[in-house]
Nanobody, 123 residues
Framework: HVQLVESGGGLVQVGGSLTLSCAKSGYIYSPYCMGWFRRAPGKEREGVATFDSDGDTSYGDSVKGRFTVSLDSANNTLYLQMDNLRPEDTAMYYC??????????????????WGKGTQVTVS
């Protein structure tokens, strides 16, 4: 059974930075797709950034050039470095993972395991 625990959220000023962490326990077979998704009040959940077992990354259009996703395989931890934060980045950020090699950025409803989320507020 896979468990995901996010941390690192908080309140940050516009233009500031935060790094989110997602610690994974349990095993999921390759290939897989793991990533960050967010949901702002009144909006649908959206893909932010993903990292697959081939080492390929994908980013949502609104975060390209500002966010960086990375995976520390030795520690089973996925990171999201967020720079130049904007008020519209305010949301609950979730980590999720799914088996399978196809892209998952735009298919959050296919993700198998989810963390409980960490709140990011930019003001």
């Amino acid at each position: 059974h896979v468990q995901l625990v996010e941390s690192g959220g908080g309140l940050v000023q516009v233009g500031g930075s935060l790094t989110l962490s997602c610690a994974k326990s349990g095993y999921i077979y390759s290939p897989y797709c793991m990533g960050w998704f967010r949901r702002a009040p009144g909006k649908e959940r959206e893909g932010v950034a993903t990292f697959d077992s081939d080492g390929d990354t994908s980013y949502g259009d609104s975060v390209k050039g500002r966010f960086t996703v990375s995976l520390d395989s030795a520690n089973n931890t996925l990171y999201l470095q967020m720079d130049n934060l904007r008020p519209e980045d305010t949301a609950m950020y979730y980590c999720a993972v799914r088996g399978g090699s196809w892209a998952c950025l735009d298919y959050y409803n296919e993700m198998e395991y989810w963390g409980k989320g960490t709140q990011v507020t930019v003001s």
